[in-house]
C-alpha cells in the first residue's frame, strides 16, 4: 500500500485546511487510517484515526478537526477547522491491516506511512 498526503499550506489562526490522503490499492473497512503530526523537535503524536466506520481523535483535536474515508476514491481526509498556531506539524498518514484497538493511538503500530505535508498556522 502507497500512502500520498496533500493539502498542507499556511493558513492564519482560525482558518481551514483538508488534507487528503491517497491510498494506491482499495482496501477492506475493516483497515485502520490515521494521522499523525510531528512538530519540530518534537516527537510524532497521533491526531485521529477511522476504522469501520469508526472515529478516533486526540483531545487536543476532537471538535475541531473531522476524519473521514471515501472507499470510491480510495482516499482518506482530515477537515482541519479553528487551527491553531499550534497544530503547526508535519501531517502523515498512514495506514495497517491489522492494529488493535488499544494500540490505534501510537505510531508503532501502522505499517505504511505517506510523506508529510507541512501545515503552518500563523497568529
Known amino acids: 500500500v502507497q500512502l500520498q498526503a496533500s493539502g498542507g499550506g499556511l493558513v492564519q489562526a482560525g482558518g481551514s485546511l483538508r488534507l487528503s490522503c491517497a491510498v494506491s490499492?482499495?482496501?477492506?473497512?475493516?483497515?485502520?487510517f490515521a494521522w499523525f503530526r510531528q512538530g519540530s523537535g518534537k516527537e510524532r503524536e497521533f491526531v485521529a484515526a477511522?476504522?469501520?466506520?469508526?472515529?478516533y481523535y486526540a483531545d487536543s483535536v476532537k471538535g475541531r478537526f473531522t476524519i473521514s474515508g471515501d472507499s470510491k476514491k480510495n482516499a482518506v481526509y482530515l477537515q482541519m477547522n479553528s487551527l491553531r498556531p499550534e497544530d503547526t506539524a508535519a501531517y502523515y498518514c498512514?495506514?495497517?491491516?491489522?492494529?488493535?484497538?488499544?494500540?490505534?493511538?501510537?505510531?508503532?503500530?501502522?505499517?505504511?506511512w505517506g510523506q508529510g505535508t507541512q501545515v503552518t498556522v500563523s497568529s
Open positions: 498512514a495506514n495497517d491491516p491489522s492494529v488493535i484497538l488499544s494500540n490505534i493511538r501510537v505510531s508503532r503500530s501502522y505499517t505504511y
Open positions: 490499492e482499495r482496501t477492506g473497512s475493516r483497515q485502520t
Open positions: 477511522i476504522r469501520s466506520g469508526y472515529t
